[in-house]
């Protein structure tokens, strides 16, 4: 595994975790961070033996948004041509599945980083906002399109217009997150997610995330066609058939790609 400077990377048997490390800026993604997360998840990403990947930050902060000190100077020619923060949708087409275990800020990039994993679980600490409004933009790294597809029109509205955050608890009542954990128990609960997760079937867990994540690209129509089509497909596999072989035999499947 390479070496990093603005992250770690740790591997646990077939979870892989990138820990953003900036304390000082708590976390905000400068363009060293972004090329450095996105290296390690594809790095994680093109490795067979690794099942799920986990995204976390400090206790004190997921990532507290770009930087905006690296940004203040930039002008719209810098931003335009160098097309900033593009990188990061290499980082969304990821084919693993991506947990984000959030706690403390997630703001601005945080939630949009955030947002960009299959999914997040936060402490009771966490805090989600889009701020960005208040420095004279607005979201730039999905969260315009990610947040109003995954809370709905009213509440992306609220959240971006008036710059405010939410708690864990509203991002759950909201559909921001599947979990609010204790903030001294996110990382464990995390790992025990992923390592779930992991156990499975790669191609399987490859075609399950692309047919999700089809319902926000998609028609109903299509969506549904793309489904069965991929489902059909999982017939090819050794792994439906020892996993239905188990069940019939009363035994824990034994998956081959995994
Ligand atoms: N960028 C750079 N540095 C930051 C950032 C950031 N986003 N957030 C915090 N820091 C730094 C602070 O400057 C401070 O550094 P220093 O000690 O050198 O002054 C250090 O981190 C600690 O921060 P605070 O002292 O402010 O800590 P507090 O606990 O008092 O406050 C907050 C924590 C509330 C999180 C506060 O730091 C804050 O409001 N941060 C900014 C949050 C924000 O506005 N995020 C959105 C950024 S913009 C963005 O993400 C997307 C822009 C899209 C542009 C698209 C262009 C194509």
Same mark, same amino acid.
């Given at each position: 595994?390479?070496?990093?400077?603005?992250?770690?990377?740790?591997?646990?048997?077939?979870?892989?975790?990138?820990?953003?490390?900036?304390?000082?800026?708590?976390?905000?993604?400068?363009?060293?961070?972004?090329?450095?997360?996105?290296?390690?998840?594809?790095?994680?990403?093109?490795?067979?033996?690794?099942?799920?990947?986990?995204?976390?930050?400090?206790?004190?902060?997921?990532?507290?948004?770009?930087?905006?000190?690296?940004?203040?100077?930039?002008?719209?020619?810098?931003?335009?041509?160098?097309?900033?923060? $593009?990188?990061?949708?290499?980082?969304?087409?990821?084919?693993?599945?991506?947990? $984000?275990?959030?706690?403390?800020?997630?703001?601005?990039?945080?939630?949009?980083?955030?947002?960009?994993?299959?999914?997040?679980?936060?402490?009771?600490?966490? @805090?989600?906002?889009?701020?960005?409004?208040?420095?004279?933009?607005?979201?730039?790294? %999905?969260?315009?399109?990610?947040?109003? @597809?995954?809370?709905?029109?009213?509440?992306?509205?609220?959240?971006?217009?008036?710059?405010?955050?939410?708690?864990?608890?509203?991002?759950?009542?909201?559909?921001?997150?599947?979990?609010?954990?204790?903030?001294?128990?996110?990382?464990?609960?995390?790992?025990?997610?992923? $390592? !779930?997760?992991?156990?499975?079937?790669?191609?399987?867990?490859?075609?399950?995330?692309?047919?999700?994540?089809?319902?926000?690209?998609?028609?109903?129509?299509?969506?549904?066609?793309?489904?069965?089509?991929?489902?059909?497909?999982?017939?090819?596999?050794?792994? @439906?058939?020892?996993?239905? %072989?188990?069940?019939?035999?009363?035994? !824990?499947?034994?998956?081959?790609?995994?």
């Amino acid at each position: 595994m390479s070496s990093y400077e603005t992250i770690q990377v740790t591997r646990e048997g077939r979870v892989g975790t990138i820990t953003l490390d900036r304390p000082k800026a708590l976390n905000a993604l400068n363009a060293q961070l972004m090329t450095e997360v996105v290296a390690a998840a594809e790095e994680l990403d093109a490795d067979r033996g690794i099942g799920a990947i986990v995204v976390t930050g400090s206790e004190r902060a997921f990532a507290a948004g770009a930087d905006i000190k690296e940004m203040a100077a930039q002008s719209y020619a810098d931003m335009a041509l160098g097309d900033w923060f $593009a990188a990061w949708d290499r980082f969304a087409n990821l084919r693993t599945p991506v947990i $984000a275990g959030v706690s403390g800020h997630a703001l601005g990039g945080g939630c949009e980083l955030a947002m960009m994993c299959d999914l997040v679980i936060a402490a009771e600490s966490a @805090r989600f906002g889009q701020p960005e409004i208040n420095l004279g933009v607005f979201p730039g790294i %999905g969260g315009t399109q990610r947040l109003t @597809r995954a809370v709905g029109k009213a509440v992306a509205m609220d959240l971006i217009l008036t710059g405010r955050t939410m708690t864990a608890q509203e991002a759950l009542a909201v559909g921001l997150v599947s979990r609010v954990v204790p903030t001294e128990e996110l990382l464990q609960q995390v790992a025990e997610v992923a $390592a !779930t997760i992991a156990e499975k079937s790669l191609p399987v867990l490859y075609a399950t995330k692309e047919a999700v994540n089809r319902a926000f690209e998609t028609t109903l129509a299509e969506g549904v066609k793309f489904e069965r089509r991929t489902f059909h497909a999982t017939f090819a596999l050794e792994d @439906r058939t020892e996993g239905m %072989g188990a069940f019939v035999e009363k035994r !824990t499947a034994e998956f081959k790609h995994r």
